[in-house]
């Protein structure tokens, strides 16, 4: 069975630039969760979705972040513009509700110059 | 409200050393309660979890049991291997499994 997919894996832009993050949940999950990793600060939950509709996004660092769930097989979360001190690893994971158990995307590596 | 605290790092151990990592938590209900393990370069795995009082989560030989009575699920492994060198995050979902809460994670490496 596939995974979480998530793309790109890695990506390199400059300070300004809109950044678009992907996801694709594994297929029935109906919660899906947008995590950041920094060394300085862990693993944060930015936003979570439960059946596409956003329950809780008081993890989003402020306005330049936002993310959508069109449907229940896609998500993005977009930065712009982006900056620096948003390089860190991006991390969608989704989940069928009231189960609880997570399963994790493999990451898109951000370096903002 | 929810929260997870679990033992700060690094942890360093020779092979085939007993390993124990504490995790605590504060929740009202009854959260299910989880072991994530992180290799280098990779996102998040699910180790092991336990969804009420008393059970034990196990897989790989790592183990942990739900003790409600002082709100622990305590990572164990009796002999650790060079392999097992990741972070481990311990990881609480509520009742109805919607919120999500993580430890701040535990590195550990193990030496030959």
């Known amino acids: 069975d596939a995974g979480v997919i998530q793309s790109p894996r890695h990506e390199v832009t400059e300070m300004g630039q809109e950044v678009t993050l992907r996801c694709k949940p594994i297929?029935?999950?109906?919660?899906l969760f947008w995590y950041r990793q920094t060394m300085m600060r862990g693993l944060e939950l930015l936003i979570y979705?439960?059946?596409?509709?956003?329950?809780?996004d008081s993890g989003m660092p402020e306005d330049r972040f936002s993310a959508k769930m069109p449907n229940a097989s896609f998500s993005t979360l977009k930065i712009q513009p982006s900056e620096p001190r948003d390089s860190a690893v991006y991390f969608c994971?989704?989940?069928?509700?009231?189960?609880?158990?997570?399963?994790f995307g493999p990451g898109t590596r951000l370096l903002v110059l | 409200g929810n929260s997870v605290t679990q033992m700060e790092g690094p942890v360093t151990l020779s092979e085939e050393a007993f390993l124990t990592i504490n995790c605590t938590y504060t929740?009202?209900?009854?959260?299910?309660l989880f072991w994530y393990v992180q290799y280098p370069g990779e996102g998040l795995q699910l180790l092991l979890k336990?969804?009420?009082?008393?059970d034990k989560g196990s897989n790989k030989g790592f183990e942990a049991t739900y003790r409600k009575e002082t709100t622990s699920f305590h990572l164990e492994k009796g002999s650790v291997q060079v392999s097992d060198s990741a972070v481990y995050f311990c990881?609480?979902?509520?009742?109805?499994?919607?919120?999500?809460?993580f430890g701040t994670g535990t590195s550990l490496t193990v030496i030959p």
């Open positions: 994971a989704s989940s069928l509700s009231n189960l609880g158990t997570q399963y």
């Open positions: 297929s029935g999950h109906n919660s």
């Open positions: 979705f439960n059946n596409n509709v956003p329950i809780d």
């Open positions: 929740a009202t209900g009854y959260p299910s």
């Open positions: 336990a969804t009420k009082a008393d």
């Open positions: 990881a609480l979902s509520d009742q109805a499994g919607n919120q999500f809460y």
